[in-house]
């Protein structure tokens, strides 16, 4: 959990320091006042970008040259000191417990974060890139997934799609970057597949814990149809060659929801498809606990989306899951969150790019 967030030129706010509750956490103040950036700021160190942009600068104070986020969190087995400066001319540095992080996922390790927000990518009918963060999400903290064989990827796959456009490439050139993507692309996949098998059958009871009534099957997708992926690396270089590109590999993986045989994206009613969204994170936030991570949870403005009943499933799932939670809305009514639930978290006035403890007045 995060004892104390601190913010220095981040979109309004321009210099927050907050501690907070063990529990819940309600940000409440007018459309515009600063809300969502606490939440984003928590995910810019969590995951190195908020859930509203990729563009992290776009984060900066419009009169500043830099953005500073600093957290100290507390976990089961100690204390760590986060922090995340970003520069206009996009330079960005991270500290972990007072030194230069080795990399994002040394933070991202300590500090797990899920969010609920309508910014959020939709897994049901959204693009394969957005499944693959979920997945790869839960490959990272419900599989011990490690970054640096994901940058082993990334690497393989640029160097071979560089060959691949110069124009020289030949059998000689390509075998030993395909034995390269072979050799992190399948350890990629097995994470990713354990992931979502672990997934699917919590889905399938929160699903039904939320009234949903519907059946579904979470089929994984790998990157490639049949066979090894050194087969479908070697059937694929001729497309690659005329292409330019890498067609075939984990870079192409995805998952897909299934009523029978049927995308669910194609027979789901719009409230069905956020009801699906929500039964997803909820069941990914399961598998985390499951695994012995400590999720924080992030929920930006829940009753924008989510009708009475749904939010009051929300609320269930989140209080029954006892971890820290993050929440913004209008007002406490808008929230969907009980009085006596208030009473005992923690409450916070935000205007004018100055966030006051209700509860310290």
């Known amino acids: 959990m995060i004892e104390t967030l601190k913010l220095y030129h981040l979109r309004g706010l321009e210099e927050v320091s907050l501690t907070l509750g063990s529990s819940i956490n309600l940000f409440v103040g007018a459309n515009g006042a600063g809300k969502t950036s606490v939440l984003e700021a928590v995910t810019l160190l969590s995951h190195g970008r908020s859930f509203v942009t990729a563009r992290a600068k776009s984060l900066i104070h419009f009169d500043a040259n830099e953005l500073t986020v600093y957290a100290k969190i507390h976990r089961t087995e100690g204390s760590y000191q986060l922090g995340c400066q970003v520069r206009l001319d996009g330079d960005r540095r991270l500290k972990f417990n007072g030194v230069a992080a080795k990399g994002q996922a040394e933070l991202s390790r300590v500090l797990p974060v899920i969010t609920i927000a309508p910014h959020c990518a939709d897994l049901v009918i959204g693009s394969p890139g957005d499944r693959r963060r979920f997945l790869d999400w839960g490959a990272f903290y419900c599989a011990n997934g490690e970054m640096a064989v994901y940058a082993g990827l990334r690497k393989v796959l640029l160097q071979r799609n560089a ?193 006051t403890n209700l509860k310290e007045e």
């Open 163 to 355: 060959v691949l456009r110069s124009g020289k490439a030949d059998k000689s050139h390509l075998d030993s970057w395909d034995q390269q993507i072979v050799a992190f692309g399948v350890v990629v996949d097995r994470w990713r597949a354990q992931f979502l098998e672990e997934l699917e059958p919590v889905f399938s009871l929160v699903i039904q814990e939320l009234g949903v009534g519907l059946e579904f099957e979470l089929r994984y997708q790998p990157g490639w149809l049949g066979g090894s992926l050194s087969e479908a690396l070697a059937e694929s270089r001729a497309r690659d060659i005329r292409t330019g590109v890498t067609q075939v590999g984990p870079h192409r993986a995805d998952f897909c929801l299934l009523r029978g045989e049927r995308r669910a994206s194609e027979s789901l009613s719009r409230g069905q498809l956020r009801a699906v969204n929500l039964a997803m994170v909820l069941a990914q936030l399961r598998v985390a606990q499951k695994a012995g991570v400590e999720p924080l949870v992030c929920m930006d403005d829940p009753g924008a989306e989510l009708d009475g009943v749904l939010q009051a499933s929300l609320w269930e799932q989140v209080l029954k899951a006892e971890t820290q939670v993050l929440v913004t809305a209008i007002s406490v009514a808008r929230a969907g969150i009980g009085v006596g639930t208030v009473d005992s978290g923690a409450m916070f006035h935000v205007k004018h790019g100055k966030i």
